[in-house]
């Protein structure tokens, strides 16, 4: 996940260090922050399309901070890429193609990974430098990289899917929030290009930001998408450094049913590498609380 924050464009990741603390503000979450202390920042550059910092924290490990907003900590990481990936690729029965977009970090590609039926791993991430500094410090993350089975495009994702039309089994989008240039990735044309890139009984799994600061984000995509969608559903996780400590995962489909049923199960060695995913909280983390889903489906 990644956005620009209170000072997009311009921002510079090392002025959010103030007394050995980094401090993250965004204008999604207005009137609160997330502080982490520092231990030694290990790299701090501007990329072609953005603030590029990566720090040691005192308890968090290492931490991967894009445009002033944390997008992965080696500490909690494993919540957000676990779930992202495994709810659509145990709901889908055979999975052979998924297309990744975004996840620069190579944390979705280590999940997918694990799954041996699939045959092709195509990650599309327009941030060449999200890669490259993720391979450099965050290897247990960049390491899905290492998989024979992925391909890898830098190029912007919505000209990849105009390109690959019926391709995919699954298409998992770890994108920006909606601000800035990322405001498209949340809007209905990009959804469209997705449905279009998608095998019949094809999944798209997004990241759906947060039930406590984003309903009326949430509320209008869902209803725009459920018009060409098959089935569209709402789940989530529980992630300290994300916004409110939750992010959510919009889970749509081409010609079948939903999602919150997995179709298959990981063995006993595949769950025994898992932190957080397993069959039971699949089920669970469509639950949602009454407040979220009555302004999410029946308002």
């Not at 105009?162 to 800035?180: K, L």
């Not at 995509?221 to 989530?236: G, Q, R």
Request: proline residues 6%.
């Amino acid at each position: 996940m990644s956005n620009s924050d209170e000072q997009p464009q311009g921002v510079v990741g090392t002025d959010l260090i103030k007394d050995g603390w980094f401090h993250e503000r965004g204008v999604l979450w207005p009137g609160q922050a997330m502080s982490l202390k520092v231990k030694e920042v290990l790299d701090h550059h501007r990329s072609l399309y953005q603030d590029v910092l990566v720090f040691e924290s005192e308890t968090f490990g290492k931490v991967l901070v894009l445009d002033g907003v944390i997008q992965v900590t080696e500490r909690d990481e494993f919540s957000y890429q676990e779930m992202i990936t495994h709810i659509p690729l145990y709901a889908h029965p055979n999975p052979k193609k998924v297309l990744v977009i975004g996840g620069g970090d190579g944390g979705v590609l280590r999940e997918v990974a694990k799954h041996p039926m699939v045959e092709e791993i195509v990650i599309c991430e327009i941030d060449k430098d999200v890669i490259d500094v993720s391979k450099k410090y965050l290897p247990q993350l960049a390491k899905g990289y290492d998989d024979p089975r992925v391909k890898v495009f830098v190029m912007d994702g919505f000209k990849f899917l105009a390109e690959n039309q019926g391709e995919y089994d699954v298409i998992i989008t770890d994108s920006s929030d909606p601000v800035g240039p990322a405001s498209v990735l949340f809007e209905t044309p990009f959804y469209d290009a997705m449905y279009a890139s998608l095998r019949e009984g094809g999944i798209v799994c997004t990241q759906g930001e947060c039930i406590w600061l984003h309903l009326n984000l949430i509320r209008p995509l869902v209803s725009a998408i459920s018009k060409t969608y098959s089935t569209v559903e709402y789940a989530y996780t529980t992630i300290p450094t994300y916004p409110s400590g939750q992010i959510g995962f919009i889970v749509a489909t081409k010609g079948r049913g939903k999602c919150h049923t997995p179709a298959r199960k990981p063995d006993a060695n595949t769950e025994a590498s898992m932190k957080y995913y397993n069959a039971a909280i699949h089920e669970a983390a469509f639950v949602l609380p009454s407040f979220a889903r009555r302004e999410i489906f029946e308002s």
